[in-house]
């Protein structure tokens, strides 16, 4: 086992509250580190560039954020989900202004990654130990403008994340014209991610999908990012050039597009 970090990324496995997380030293950049959660591939940090993501779907998510806000506003981000804060580290230098609130449920891993990483402090990035749904019902109306669910147990988000109850709750924290953005893992049979489709599109009157057309065609499993907001998405034509140009070129669908990619399925709803 890894000796306990003293400053600084510290290679090997490491106990956690939920269990364990390992981090490896990235073999082509010798200031990357991947991180994994109880087996599974979470987040990647270059520490000498926040604004390198090497995951796809953070590229994806980027893209729609960068998109839709100019580098100088001044962003009010909450991340359900926080790992390695890969997208909130991105998110402080890429807006400056911005201020970003990160959700773990993980306390003792919420501690090594601000450790190992050098994250910036608050009010610029704040992580918040909790479970994702308590802390999003906490918080004040319209206090948000941007809302990214990035949480897993295993290869699924947990299921009272992704209920119209709570989609109504990240809606009435979201300010007019902000995003609340998911990122879905799936199986090839697509059902999870159609049903998360339906659900955000009976919340918000806007939607888009950005997914690689392997994944949208059911042919492995993978992610799929669904956003949702009372305002339409831009229609200028580099965010779709942008997605198309990437490593793994992905597809922006819109809105009428999702509700047919949702197949009418019923939405998630809480149990009765």
Known sequence: ?????????????????????ELIPDDDNPNGWLLKINGAQSSH?????????????????????????AAET???????????????????????NSRNTVVEIDGKLAALVRDWFDLPRAPLLKIRVGEAREVTQSLTEDSRDLI?????????????????EFTAHARRVLAPGGIYVVNCGDAPSLSTARRE????????????????PPMLKGRRYGNIIIAGSDQPFGTAPTLPRKLLSGAMPAQLLGDAQVRAFSQHLPVLTDPA
């Open 1 to 21: 086992m890894a000796s306990k970090p003293t400053g600084g990324p510290v290679a090997g496995i490491h106990y956690t509250d939920t269990g364990d997380c």
């Open 45 to 69: 940090v270059d520490l000498a560039d926040p604004l390198r993501l090497e995951f796809e779907y953070m590229r994806w998510i980027m893209a729609l954020v960068e998109s839709h806000w």
């Open 74 to 96: 001044k962003l009010r981000a909450l991340h359900l989900g926080g790992a390695a804060c890969s997208m909130a580290r991105y998110l402080v230098a890429a807006y400056p």
């Open 148 to 164: 990214i669910r990035d949480v897993f147990s295993g290869s699924f988000t947990p299921v009272p994340l992704t209920t119209m």
């Open 197 to 212: 489709a339906a659900t955000i599109a009976a919340s918000f009157p806007h939607t888009v999908i950005i997914a690689d």
